[in-house]
């Protein structure tokens, strides 16, 4: 019995002792206010880079780009490729030093905006109002635009050319109303390709939800608006044709997303956005497709936009530089040169041109960028959003008002913390 | 690990060293040389496990927002808040608290027993004296163990896929087989459906509309989901092989001569086995149901791998969802406070069950002893 409680203490005593050391320490935890001016590093600055890279090709191109503004200015800049973003992000924000400079998803941003983890530098670019206005809105926070756009992509519909001359069907039948694609679809499905292969949940069904003037929260993110009759009937529309079968969600094709159900063939057609072009490429080389713009709804035109933009840590000693390397990555040269090297489209409105000239396939996509709406990008929404997607799941037995209303109540709860 | 500890003893059937040789002086030296030589470990044990887990500690009583240090003086402590939402006020969190509570119920409940049982016939199968190529069969039953989870989760996510190798096996026998790993109907759900006592897709009222802890009962009795069954399977076989190896370690230990005077006593098989071999493997039993308890409440690589909590959060367990909830959700002190309660849940549960397989001969033995030291201290007295 006295071993024990001495050992007890020793090992308290040896604990208190660490944990003090840990505590008091520096480079560990340190204690310090947010600043809005920048922190300027003196003498050459050693910048570090942390991005969640799609492949090789756009690790090289980022590193090249890094490199680049580097040795123009004497500075150093070392690029680290996330194997898990979030995770790694959270780490260096816990940690009081994290990358200067870094991907934020427009979905995680706002939670970050909050926590004071973000520095807003939007405002030290002069050609700020260059970026395509919805994107701009996506990383606003309180009123505050913080960082900018990096690139950003809109959904398509694909068309399967094979299955679509099949059918019989010319470009003159391409859908661009509801009650088209609601026939098109019809027509291609037959007994093992069904007509509209559509990926599960929010990031796909949400086109049609903007295409009928509905959006899941109010304008200003205050509070939600999803149980209203624009989301309904949008999401009863499409439930009415999943129910018919000439609609299908990926989980009852056998697939993990559209593409997949469409590269396979199991779908004549599927809502995705320019990524699809990598997997055609790769998995499904025999598949002859082509992009054309959404349809519109009752209310127009509409799609999804997902972009990411250039993070800069509040807690960065070289803010000043960080800003300048931003600067330089995002002008509308370095922006076609990513394009270039890994498809994605440029953020400036003043880059579309030439990308529309350079990737013709792409046009509709960057069609997008007028007219699409962003993610949910309110603090605290993640987890209400992954419940509305997990009951989305089985979309076409789902009870729809049902859903919406306990979308509603979570939102509103999750807004008010 | 006390647990670990006691009931190994036993098996390796070492007896408890006890006492010290020599004087005062040599042991009062050898007690410093003793605490000099542990120093590397507790400074390590410190380092790497008392100090984090205080800091969870902390974080799970404080608003800390996963900026900074969570010691700093822009951190609060919101007493039980975060317990609170997670335990007593209805909303996401503890909605999503109770789903993965349930889904590790349903889990444990099928794994624990089937592992067990599996690694007990296989470790009797491979202790037959008589056995031919008793090394091979050893090594290739313990060979899933030695594999990286991850590896063999991701051969799963093949074999299970609609139109992978389970289903076709399947179909050679007329049998439709689900989407596995999309599936999120509950099993207990489609026995009941099967069976007629209900209709899935029209639940009764009564089971729907009663609501306890953010879920209805209908939800609470679902069973493991068809999703989860198939991560169910993966665990019972990779994990049969680590437990396999405890038994053989037991029946190694069984004196021959017992069995062979039970032989002589006329019993069978099987007598043999209900009588002598599973009371000397209790101990081990113990063990290894202990050990099965604390490793399923605590899945994670997994859902991590294969499902992320999907379909419809019926592979979500709280392991999981406190690391959702810090890393994804910016909800740190939940998350901790998670970790804690799944602490707590599974030292009653591994002390309930520390005191269900005691054994009862030994408890009534040691009470008798006591009782004759008593009343022989009376005789003195009197």
Known sequence: ?????????????????????????????????????????????????????????????????????????????TVTVASDMNQQLAQGFASGSPADVFYMDASRFADYAKNGSLYAYADQLSDNADFYEPLRQTFTFEGKQYCVPKDFSTLGLQINTDSWKKAGLTDADVPTTWDQLEAVSKKLTTKDQVGLGIGVGIDRLGAFVVQNGGWWLKQDGSAPSANSPEVTQALEWVQKNVKAGNFKMSNQLDSGWGGEAFGTGKAAMTIEGNWIAGAAKND??????????????????????????WGVAADSKAQAQAVDLVKALSTVDQQLKFADAFGVMPSRQSAADQFKAKFPQDAPFIAGGEYGHGPINAAGMEQVVADLNSKLESFGGANIPQVLQAFDTNASAALKK | MTTTDTALEPVTGRAPRRGRAGGKGQGQRQSVAGWLFVTPTLVVLGLFLVIPIVMALWVSFSDWNGRGSPFSSRVNLVGAQNYAALLTEPGLSRQDFMISLRNTFYYVLGVVPLQTVLALTLAVIVNQRFLKGRTFFRTAFYFPSVVSSVAISLVFLFLFTG??????????????????????????????????????????????NTQVMSLSLWEWI????????????????????????????????LPTEVEEAAMVDGANKWQRFRAVTLPHLRPTILLVVTLGVIGTWQVFDQMYVMTQGGP?????????????????????????????????????LTSVQRYWLRDKDEVAQRKAERAQRRAAKKGVAA
């Not at chain 1, 499904?284 to 933009?309: D, H, I, R, S, W």
């Not at chain 2, 994804?328 to 599974?346: D, K, R």
């Open chain 2, 312 to 348: 419809a959060k019926t592979t979500l367990t709280p392991a999981y969802l406190s690391y959702t909830a810090a890393f994804n959700q910016n909800q740190w002190g939940e998350g901790a406070a998670m970790a804690f309660l799944l602490f707590v849940l599974i030292f009653v």
């Open chain 2, 163 to 208: 139109t992978g190798a389970v289903n076709q096996f399947l179909s050679l026998f007329g049998i439709d087989g689900p989407t596995w790993f999309s599936d999120p109907r509950g099993l207990i759900h489609l026995v009941g459906d099967w069976l007629g006592l209900w209709s899935g897709t029209n639940p009764p009222a009564a089971l729907e």
């Open chain 1, 284 to 309: 499904y080389p025999k598949l002859n497709y082509k992009t054309v713009e959404l349809p519109a709804g009752p209310k127009g035109k509409g799609t999804l936009q997902f972009t990411q933009c």
């Open chain 2, 222 to 253: 679902s069973g493991p989901s068809v999703a989860m069954s198939a991560i169910m399977l993966q665990v019972i076989w990779t994990t049969a092989g680590t437990f396999m190896l405890m038994f053989i370690a037991g029946l190694q230990d």
């Open chain 1, 1 to 77: 019995m006295y071993r024990t409680r001495r050992t007890a203490a020793l090992a308290l005593v040896l604990g208190g002792t660490l944990f003090a050391s840990a505590c008091g320490g520096g480079g560990g935890f340190k204690d310090e206010g947010a600043s809005s001016a920048p922190a300027s590093a003196k003498g050459p600055a050693a910048l570090k880079m942390l991005i969640a890279s799609s492949g090789d090709a756009e690790t090289n191109a980022v590193k090249a780009a890094a490199d680049a503004w580097a040795k123009k200015t004497g500075n150093t800049v």
